[in-house]
């Protein structure tokens, strides 16, 4: 699909493809079409930018994926159509391991997905066939289904663009995690312990960065920055942007030329 260099929405399209194309290669469920536009429009309102309460958010999750025992990243077919490369880099980075989990779980998915990523460097994907054969107390969707090498025995799991059911399960199980969301008021983002409101392909980027910058802080530096973390604080500032971005919008005079 060619899109113009010059045209308005150029950025915002091009994800657009890239999601189609996911959908093509049978790592994107048709379901996730629809939740990749609601997640758009939310962007939208943030201004299409990384504000700083998504800085304040990838800090704590850069100190909490350091100092985890055993980080995961848990990896749906969104996730893996955007940004394939940002996971197999920040896996290596981390020394986070990745599992595939899904909503919409089949065997051709879970592979399809494994061999993308493959394809993008990672050497390990959990959570593909037999062995997602650990369940998740308390959740009855196929996302119940997790590696006991991944998932069951993390302490820190990464969860972008995930459903509120599956973070609610895993934080009472007593795991932090760290949600990467553009909507501030879905269930994930308040559920989570840690909430990156921001476009996952701005988002990951970032994390990265951020990690390769703390990862040789002292351990006490990096247990203060996790300790300061407000997550209520940031949904607050997230929703107060949204709320003065719209009220200026209603003041500006809109315009359409026809021509």
């Known amino acids: 699909m060619y899109i113009p260099p010059n045209h308005p929405r150029r950025e915002s399209l091009l994800l657009r493809e890239r999601i189609v194309q996911g959908y093509k290669k049978g790592i994107v469920a048709l379901e996730g079409l629809i939740a990749h536009g609601r997640g758009e429009c939310f962007d939208y309102l943030l201004g299409e930018k990384t504000h700083d309460f998504a800085i304040k958010a990838i800090e704590a999750a850069a100190a909490s994926i350091i100092t985890a025992k055993h980080p995961v990243i848990s990896v749906n077919g969104n996730t893996a159509a955007l940004v394939p490369r940002e996971i197999v880099e920040l896996a290596e980075v981390s020394g986070a ?17 494994a061999n993308w990523l493959k394809q993008h460097g990672a050497e390990e994907i959990l959570g593909v066939g037999d062995d ?5 107390p308390e959740l009855f969707s196929e996302r119940r289904r997790v590696s006991p090498r991944g998932i069951l025995i993390a302490d820190v799991v990464l969860v972008p663009l995930e459903d509120g059911d599956r973070t609610e399960a895993l ?42 910058f703390l990862k040789n802080k002292p351990r006490e530096e990096l247990l203060g920055i996790i300790r300061r973390y407000d997550n209520n604080r940031v949904l607050q500032e997230a929703l107060k942007t949204i709320m003065t971005r719209l009220a200026d919008l209603s003041k500006s005079k809109l315009v359409l030329e026809f021509k």
Do not use: C, H, Q, W
Request: no cysteine; proline share 3%.
């Open 97 to 113: 391991k990745i599992e595939v989990n899904l909503f919409y779980r089949t065997r051709e998915r879970e592979e399809a997905i």
């Open 132 to 136: 997602a054969s650990a369940t998740i």
């Open 171 to 212: 934080r009472k199980m007593g795991k932090t995690v760290i949600a990467i969301d553009l909507n501030p008021l879905s269930r994930t983002a308040r559920a989570a312990t840690i909430t990156i409101v921001d476009n996952v392909v701005r988002a990951m980027p970032l994390l990265i960065e951020k990690i390769k």
